[in-house]
């Protein structure tokens, strides 16, 4: 298989943004196939000078996931105009002349409630928001600078004005400039002859960090991570020093061990695949994930287990099997430089990270990469009092309960369900990849039911797994979308969210849906799910299982047959 | 080092190219490296080199490695 030949991003410099062309980017195969059916972003930027940076960065970023993205770039000072437009995904507002470049001039009383209009205009069209906030005051090192005291207050005020808002994310330049050094940034030339409000290396790695945050925050971002154990995960060779021995104390060694588990949770609840890749004995990593209470990470949070003495690689690849993701979307972290050149070496396409040096800056470090997700509050788990609960039901196996629940989408859940869309490859109906701003748009047509389904397992909040959207098309209703995470197969689920959605559309007197599975070579769950469907007499079906399904009026009590059987 | 061939060492490494790669006559646009944002980053990074102060005027005028040898010459 051919591989991506490109450098990594962190060492493009400027002019290769602007020089990017992507027939020089030799996709792989198998990964373009992959993506083949995934529509391109819709992104808005408004800023000055910077933008050309930005948009290029953007369009390099996603290239190199071989991603496409429709930019559409204005000047700042256009916000004042901007209209209500259906289809964009997301706006990015850039800041830089509200501050120290322009001496400040620009901060007018007037300017904060322009700005939150502008701001929710896109907001209320079901756009993510990213806003820049004004570079600081190089004079703001001395106390009580009135330059910096303004723009602090506008970026308090911007807070307050969107503490509710999920979709808006505010950046500010202490994210890049605790990296840099202040005095090399400003550059008040560039500002002069470009309108720059920084030297173009700054801006550069701004627009870079953007990018990324914004491939991770639409899904496009990892989808596992596959981690070490012994001084990694924890502190110590558990083989050597046993369970006791392993030093998890938050005010010691561990202090760092422990953050770093802390962050893997939070990927987690962020619908990241977490993988244990050691070379251990399973007993004894079971008997430390099990008697070290200060363990953050639980084995329940696991997905895969690579404990064994083969190649990392080779448990690597069974990760990518088993979870049924490209090898390319996994992350692999070890405090051994064997271990990655060997993993990198079999896997050239797999990210890796090297744990080593001051483990005390280490998720600074996770944090620089700009490959994980974090800038959004786009975690699975939604705020259950804030959404109309329409229906729940528990599906219960000895002890083992599960609960769902259907939701109408808000703008509150179209980060998770179209991340879920985007990421979801197994149990996905049509692969439409029907897009963010799309969705939006789908779930405030009346024609239209787009229903999201929320689990909990034994009592543990697990977050949107599945989302449907079904659309009228002439006299038929359509299934446009239908995906489920790989988290919630085989557990009836799939009969549950079935038999709920098709019950309100018999409650809306809908009697015939129109279902097309596209197979590709990752569906057989999906294939296995139909052929079921088929047998159970609720589906009308060539002999392709590729055509139509008909929910008919006694599907209540077929169904409740199929989740006795299940 | 004389200015021309001082000059000629930052030009080439702000564009990351070759030395060889740039003759007199080179400026905006040839070499495809050097475009508006390279510009800017060269007369400012002259700027620092000789303590001279460029207009944007000049920044913007001043865009082969000919005339900005000139122009840095001029006011030494």
């Known amino acids: ?566 | 080092m004389s200015n021309s061939e001082q000059l000629r060492n930052l030009i080439c490494e702000i564009l990351g190219i070759q030395n060889e790669a740039l003759s007199l006559e080179s400026g905006m646009g040839d070499p495809t490296e050097w475009d508006s944002f390279a510009q800017i980053s060269i007369m400012v990074a002259a700027e620092e080199k000789w303590s001279v102060q460029l207009s944007p005027i000049e920044i913007g005028e001043n865009t082969t490695f000919n005339l900005i040898l000139a122009l840095i010459e001029s006011k030494l």
């Open chain 1, 1 to 566: 298989m051919d591989i991506i030949d490109l450098k990594p991003l962190s060492e493009w410099r400027v002019r290769d943004f602007k020089d990017y062309e992507i027939r020089n980017c030799h996709k792989s195969k198998e990964l373009s196939d992959f993506m083949a059916t995934t529509p391109a972003i819709s992104v808005e930027i408004l800023g000055l000078s910077e933008m050309e940076l930005l948009a290029s960065a953007i369009q390099l970023d996603f290239a190199v996931s071989n991603l496409s993205v429709r930019l559409q770039t204005y000047r700042f000072d256009e916000w004042r105009f901007l209209e209500p437009t259906k289809g964009i995904d997301t706006c990015i507002f850039w800041l830089p002349i509200l501050a120290i470049s322009s001496g400040g001039l620009e901060i007018s009383p007037s300017l904060l409630g322009d700005l939150t209009t502008a701001i929710n205009l896109r907001l209320q069209g079901g756009s993510s928001v990213y806003v820049l906030l004004p570079e600081p005051s190089i004079s703001s090192v001395f106390r009580g600078d009135s330059l910096e005291e303004s723009r602090m207050d506008f970026i308090r005020n911007l807070n307050i004005n969107f503490e509710h808002s999920k979709n808006l994310v505010l950046l500010p330049w202490e994210n890049w400039l605790g990296v840099k050094n202040i005095s090399n940034w400003v550059a008040p030339k560039f500002w002069e002859v470009a309108r720059m409000p920084g030297n173009t290396g700054l801006i550069s790695c701004i627009a870079k960090s953007v990018a990324s945050t914004i491939r991770n925050d639409f899904g496009f971002g990892i989808k596992a991570i596959a981690v070490d154990l012994d001084d990694t995960l924890w502190s110590g060779i558990v083989g050597d020093v046993g369970i006791e021995g392993l030093a998890l104390d938050q005010y010691g060694e561990g202090r760092s061990h422990l953050e770093f588990q802390r962050f893997l949770v939070d990927q987690f609840r962020k619908g990241i695949f977490i993988g244990v890749i050691s070379k251990n004995d399973q007993k004894m990593v079971d008997k430390a994930f099990e008697n070290r209470a200060e363990m953050l990470l639980t084995k329940e949070q696991v997905a895969f287990w690579g404990v064994n003495w083969d190649k990392k690689s080779t448990s690597i690849l069974a990760m990518a099997e088993q979870l049924n993701i490209h090898v390319s979307s996994i992350v692999f972290i070890d405090d051994s430089e064997f271990e990655i050149a060997e993993v990198r070496n079999a896997i050239p396409e797999i990210q890796t990270i090297h744990v080593s040096g001051d483990r005390t800056t280490f998720l600074e470090t996770l944090r620089k990469t700009g490959i994980f997700h974090g800038s959004r509050q786009n975690s699975s788990r939604t705020s259950i009092g804030s959404t109309p609960i329409i229906q729940t039901t528990n599906l219960s196996e000895n002890s083992y309960t599960i609960e769902i629940r259907s939701l109408e989408v808000s703008l509150d859940h179209l980060d998770r369900t179209s991340n879920l869309i985007v990421k979801t490859n197994q149990f996905n109906l049509t692969s439409n990849r029907t897009s963010r701003s799309q969705l939006w748009e789908l779930a405030q047509n009346p024609n239209c039911y787009v229903i999201a389904y929320e689990i909990d397992e034994n009592s543990v909040a697990k977050g949107i797994m599945s989302v449907v959207v079904i659309e009228k098309r002439n006299e038929d209703f359509a299934v446009k979308e239908w995906v489920l995470s790989c988290r919630a197969f085989s557990r009836g689920v799939e009969w549950w969210i079935l038999k709920d959605f098709a019950k309100r559309l018999a409650k809306d007197g809908v009697t015939r849906v129109v279902f097309a599975l596209q197979k590709t070579d990752r569906t057989s769950y999906l294939e296995n799910f139909y052929k079921e469907l088929a047998l159970s007499g609720l589906l009308e079906a060539d002999g392709n299982l590729n055509i139509h399904a008909i929910l008919s009026s006694d599907i209540d009590t077929k169904l409740i047959g199929e989740l006795n059987r299940e």
